[in-house]
């Protein structure tokens, strides 16, 4: 209550608290506005299966694929695009050198922003094929005009939602992106709640006490895993406190176990469904070798087990690709060196370097391991529990979580720099 009433009585972080409120009703009114022609009875079928597929790839739309709105891709298509510019960062030295200077990133963001717009056409269509494949006809009227229209809705939707996240990630109070994720996952949260009660009875109060159970140790666990660090302390030679040089001054470096957050998982998610989509394209080819390619590639995503896998092996190795594009040992010990500090028992220059690689790539297997865990937790209690409704979606847990203390951090920050310069 004290942080709250510390937030209402400080302009700026009320004004921006509040307008990122409006934000989210914007986009959950949004989220209820279907594109036109759409059939709801055929998606109902669609999603009622259970389907792990779709229930990933509805809450990575922000629950809004489920009513197929006008904002039914989310910003899938945003993220597809930033993670091939932060690939060609790793491969193209000239993006690399303007991913370390201001304009060029503001440069490479515009770019993003641009290529966000094919990519949306591209998974529109994809998307709609999908769903065709799954439930026969989507749209209460067939023809190349519904179609053109419905893929322009989607984009539009998707830009908007570009729009309203940048708009937010401003104000300085989170990400625009994250938020909106969050958003979805707890607007769904009301609805699996009441088909899981719905279904309960006596017989199942084993599984509902193990899925309670579950789901307090895994909010437990992703939040100290989200927290835990390593401090790798620093020694400074000297200090400057005003005019005069003071002595040796102790200060650390904070290494987390999980440095990339909640972002290795939303790269799997895409990666995860970037084929399923692709092979819409070519289920009806007239060459026989690619559509059967085609098929064997959406019949073989369709099986549990394939899926999981897949999906853990990408949490793991975007887990380790994240935190080599945002943590360079290198330019970390060079910094300090500048700076006239050091590791205590470790030599300045490339023995820190190689040091700093060695400690995070260890901490980095176990933050990787948990992610990917989380990751397949879904299809896990779905085998142990054998029932569709008691799952708890990991991900879904995860990113509430990290996106909550995220915004916690900041505001707390906002609120102390005010109140300093105060």
Known sequence: MNTLLRIWKTKDVRNSVLFIV??????RL?????????DATALQNIFGGNNQFFGLLNIFSGGTLESFSVVAMGVMPYITSSIIFQLLGMIVPSIEEMQKEEQGRQKITQWTRLATVP??????????????????????????????????????GTLFLMWIGELISEKNVGNGISILILAGIVAGLPTFLSQSLSVYDSSQLVSMVVFVAVV??????????????RNIPVQYARAVQGSRLSGAVSSHIPLRLNMGGV????????????????????????????RNVATW????????????????????????????VIFHPDQVAENIQKQGGFIPGIRPGKQTAQYLGWVVNRLLFTGALFLSLIAVLPVLMQQATGNANLVIGGTSVLIIVAVIIDAVKQIESQLTMREYEV
Request: charged letters at 0%; glycine letters at 6%; hydrophobic letters at 60%.
């Open 22 to 27: 409006a934000m989210l009703i914007i986009f």
């Open 119 to 156: 990519l949306s056409f591209i998974q529109a269509y994809g998307l709609i094929l999908l769903l065709t494949q799954q439930g026969g006809q989507v749209f209460t009227t067939a023809g190349v005009g519904t179609l053109v229209f419905a893929i322009v809705s989607l984009t539009a």
């Open 297 to 324: 590639t959406l019949q073989t995503f369709q099986n549990q087990t394939v899926y999981g896998i897949t999906y853990f092996i990408l949490v793991f190795v975007f887990a380790y690709f994240y935190t080599s």
């Open 30 to 38: 949004a989220a209820h506005i279907p594109v036109p022609g759409v």
């Open 216 to 229: 307090i140790v895994t909010v437990v666990s992703i939040v100290v895993m989200n927290e835990a660090q």
């Open 263 to 290: 972002i290795p998982i939303i790269f799997a998610i895409s990666i995860v469904l970037f084929p399923t989509v692709l092979a819409q394209f070519f289920v009806n080819a007239k060459t026989e070798f690619l």
